[in-house]
C-alpha cells in the first residue's frame, strides 16, 4: 500500500509517505531561506517520498525560534520560498507549508525578549522557552496572532504550496491555549474545553476564509498531551490533578477533531506530547548531550535558563539522563493507536507519525487502517532515499536511524544534520553529510 496514489481533496499524491516537519539553520538571520533551505528540501523529494511537510515556519516576526529558522511572517519571504518549493515540485513532490508560533515556548533569541514569553496564562515552566514567566496575552494580542495566521495563510497560497498545515502540537501556542495545565483563563479563550478551543477555531476560520475552500488545509493535533513528560517544573500547579499531569486526553482531542472537520479542515496530522522535543513526538533516546548544548548556548537569555544550563553542567550525564531523560523510550509506530481512533471517529483523511521506519510496519498501519499516510522526520534525515531501498524489496535500510533525537536538539545551534557517530565511520564523515545541504547546489 505505500506505493499507492492517495487524494486528499484535490491534491493526488504519488504514494503514502510524506517528510515531516524537521527544521534547522537554513535561512538568513532575519528569516530569509538560503540555498540550504532548497537543497535541503530537495534532496527529499529526489529520494521519492509523495510530499513535503515544511518545517514549522514561523508567523511572528518577533519570535523568531530558534534564530536562522525559515520566517513567513512578512511578503518579502514569498519570493525566495516560492523559488525552492516550485524546484521541489518540479521533481514530482507536493509542498506542503506548515506554520506556527511557539509562543512561551520560543527557543532562543539575539536578545532576551518579552514578547517571548507571551502565552495562554502567567506560569512558570523550567524545560521549555528561555524567559523566566510567562505572561498572559491580551485579547487584542490574541487577535493580532490570529491575523499573523491568516496573513501568513494568504502567502503561502501566493508561494503556489499544494497545501498548507497549522501546527497546534509541539507544545507552541495553539496547544498552549488548548492545554488546560498551561491555560486557566477565564475570559473567552479559557475555562471549558470550548473556550480553550476559540484560538484555534478563530484561526481556522480567519485561513479559511482567506485562501477559499478548494486550498489543502490541514492541522496537526497532538492527541494526548502527556504533560508529565518529560520531567519538568511547572507552576502553578492546577486542579484537577489529571489538567496539570496529563493535559488533554484523547476524549477531548477526538473532540477537537471533530469539530475541525466541520470547520472545513481537511485532513489532521496525528503525534502526542506537549512541547519539542518530547519523549512522546520524538520517541527515541533522550538526548542529553544535545540539550546540554541547546542549554548552554541560551543561558546568557535569562535567568531560568542559566539555571537550566547549570543544572546540565553540574550533573553528572547519567544523573541528567535519568532525571529528564524519564519517559524516552522508542516505540515502534508510537501514535499509530492514536491515529486509528481520530480515523474512526471523523470522516476526513488522518496522517499519523512517529516511530517509523521498517516497510512492513507502515504496510501494517495503512492496511489496517489506522491512517491514510505516514509521516517521519529522523528517519529519512538519516536515509533520504528511503522509498528506494523499499522499492528495491528491502524491509530497512542498512544504516537506519537510531532515533538518537541528537537532530532535534542540536540542529537549534549548529547545522541541520544527523548527529550520531554510531552511523559513520568517522567523525569527518559525519560532518561532511551534515555540511552537504550547504552546497550552491545538491550535484556538489
Known amino acids: 500500500m505505500i506505493f499507492e496514489p492517495f487524494a486528499i481533496k484535490n491534491v493526488t499524491f504519488k504514494n503514502r509517505v510524506l517528510r515531516s516537519s524537521i527544521g534547522g539553520r537554513t535561512a538568513y538571520y532575519d528569516g530569509t531561506v538560503t540555498p540550504a533551505w532548497k537543497n535541503f528540501e530537495k534532496r527529499f523529494a529526489e529520494g521519492g517520498v509523495a510530499g513535503i511537510i515544511s518545517a514549522t515556519i514561523g508567523v511572528n516576526q518577533r519570535r523568531l525560534s530558534p534564530l536562522q529558522y525559515p ?9 525566495p520560498l516560492r523559488e525552492g518549493v516550485r524546484e521541489v515540485q518540479e521533481l514530482g513532490c507536493r509542498y506542503i507549508m506548515q506554520i506556527g508560533d511557539p509562543g512561551g515556548h520560543t527557543h532562543m533569541s539575539l536578545f532576551s525578549d518579552a514578547a517571548d514569553a507571551k502565552s495562554a496564562s502567567a506560569g512558570v515552566d523550567l524545560v521549555y522557552g528561555y524567559r523566566n514567566r510567562l505572561v498572559p496575552m491580551s485579547v487584542d494580542e490574541i487577535e493580532q ?3 499573523n495566521f491568516v496573513d501568513a495563510a494568504r502567502r503561502v497560497r501566493e508561494i503556489g504550496c499544494d497545501g498548507f498545515e497549522i501546527t497546534a502540537s509541539k507544545g507552541y501556542l495553539i496547544q498552549q491555549f488548548l492545554n488546560p495545565a498551561t491555560n486557566r483563563r477565564r475570559d473567552d479563550y479559557g475555562g471549558s474545553v470550548e473556550k480553550r478551543f476559540r484560538f484555534l477555531r478563530d484561526i481556522v476560520i480567519g485561513v479559511r476564509k482567506q485562501i477559499g475552500a478548494d486550498f489543502l488545509l490541514g492541522i496537526r493535533l497532538s492527541a494526548k498531551d502527556f504533560n508529565y513528560l518529560p520531567f519538568n517544573f511547572r507552576w502553578p500547579v492546577v486542579f484537577p490533578l489529571r489538567h496539570y499531569f496529563i493535559g488533554n486526553d484523547l476524549p477531548v482531542t477526538l473532540q477537537y477533531g471533530k469539530e ?13 506530547g506537549f512541547g519539542f522535543p ?14 546540554k548544548l541547546f542549554a548552554n548556548a ?14 546540565f553542567n553540574v550533573l553528572p550525564l547519567f544523573m541528567a539522563r535519568a532525571i529528564f531523560g524519564l519517559g524516552w523510550k522508542f516505540q515502534p509506530a508510537a501514535n499509530a493507536e492514536f491515529a486509528r481512533q481520530f480515523k474512526q471517529a471523523v470522516k476526513i483523511p488522518i496522517i499519523a507519525n512517529g516511530g517509523f521506519q521498517q516497510k512492513d510496519l507502515m504496510e501494517t498501519a495503512l492496511r489496517e487502517q489506522m491512517c491514510d499516510m505516514i509521516a517521519m522526520a529522523r528517519p529519512l534525515l538519516a536515509n533520504p532515499d528511503l522509498l528506494k531501498v523499499f ?43 551534515i555540511l552537504r545541504w550547504s552546497a550552491t547546489s545538491t550535484d556538489n
Not at 260 to 270: S, W
Not at 278 to 291: E, L, S
Open 391 to 433: 522499492q528495491q524489496g528491502r524491509n530497512e535500510p542498512e544504516n537506519p536511524c537510531t532515533f538518537c533525537s541528537r537532530c532535534c536538539t542540536r540542529t537549534a545551534v549548529l547545522p541541520l544534520g544527523c548527529y550520531e557517530p554510531s552511523r559513520f565511520s568517522s567523525m569527518e564523515e559525519m560532518e561532511a553529510e
Open 260 to 272: 475541525l472537520e466541520k470547520l472545513g479542515v481537511d485532513y489532521l496530522h496525528i503525534d502526542s
Open 278 to 291: 518530547n519523549p512522546k513526538g520524538n520517541p527515541g533516546t533522550y538526548p542529553v548531550d544535545g540539550f
Open 298 to 311: 541560551t543561558r546568557h537569555l535569562r535567568f531560568k535558563a542559566n539555571l537550566r544550563a547549570t543544572l
Open 71 to 79: 520566517a513567513i511572517s512578512d511578503d518579502k519571504y514569498i519570493k
Open 145 to 147: 496572532a490570529v491575523q
